[in-house]
């Protein structure tokens, strides 16, 4: 199986992943977008329904490994031509957090492709303030995510889902103050994967609860403070 990541992921992290049988596709960075930010695999993708949705003048840069991931997927590509910049909101084209039949974003600021697939698959998007919803939130099911944004909270309650609300901060994006635990996470089969260790969040404790709870167990990739590397895709 594929861990699609950024090309900067922490060493350690590539070493756990590797010891658990992942093959890791590191992606290339789209210069359009902020570069502490511009190799995210949630900045540059988008995956429901069995379509992959990416920018494509992003694709020319990063053919081979949009194409693996097509491969390995299984997955229709759709290529977007919409204007994508590298001052917020611009940069959040594709930045949605999908959780079960709902898909969490600022709606004024996302693809019109996410609005054509949700429709598609029968998805209703729910509109939040915050565009970096998918860095902000940790998809633990289809039912359950944690988040340390209260306005992606109050949505998510609203639509039913069970949620872990954290502390902000704890989290390392070089060239921000922080960064965001989804964009530290990523989610396969019963395991939720942090970029670095749990323990060293104010938080870390109730995570692991709340994953369990879910049927989920909270792994960390590392030893040092939790990273965001963008999230974890995994194919």
């Known amino acids: 199986m594929l861990a699609v990541a950024d090309c900067r992921l922490p060493g350690d992290c590539r070493s756990s992943l590797r010891e658990l049988g992942f093959e890791i596709l590191p992606l290339p960075p789209f210069p359009a977008l902020p570069a502490p ?25 990063a053919k081979r490994e949009i194409d693996q991931i097509k491969s390995a997927g299984r997955l229709e590509l759709v290529l977007s031509d919409e204007p994508v910049g590298d001052k917020y909101p611009q940069d959040v084209l594709f930045n949605a957090a999908p959780v079960g039949r709902f898909v969490f974003g600022r709606a004024d600021s996302l693809s019109r492709h996410i609005s054509e697939i949700a429709v598609q698959t029968g998805a209703q998007i729910v509109d939040v303030r915050q565009g970096y919803t998918r860095c902000s939130t940790v998809i633990v099911g ?57 323990d060293t969040h104010p938080d870390g404790e109730p995570i692991r609860s709340f994953c369990s709870a879910h049927g989920k167990k909270a792994v960390s990739l590392g030893e040092g403070g939790l990273f965001d590397a963008g999230t974890l895709f995994f194919i």
């Open 37 to 61: 930010v511009a190799s995210h695999p949630d900045m540059l993708l988008f995956i429901l329904g069995g379509m992959l949705l990416t920018h494509r003048d992003y694709y020319k840069i």
């Open 142 to 198: 289809e039912s359950a995510i944690i988040t340390q944004d209260r306005g992606i909270a109050k949505c998510a309650q609203k639509c039913g889902i069970d949620l872990l609300l954290v502390r902000p901060g704890h989290v390392r994006l070089d060239g921000y103050d922080s960064g965001f635990i989804g964009g530290a996470s990523g989610t396969c089969s019963d395991k939720v994967f942090f970029c670095g260790s749990l």
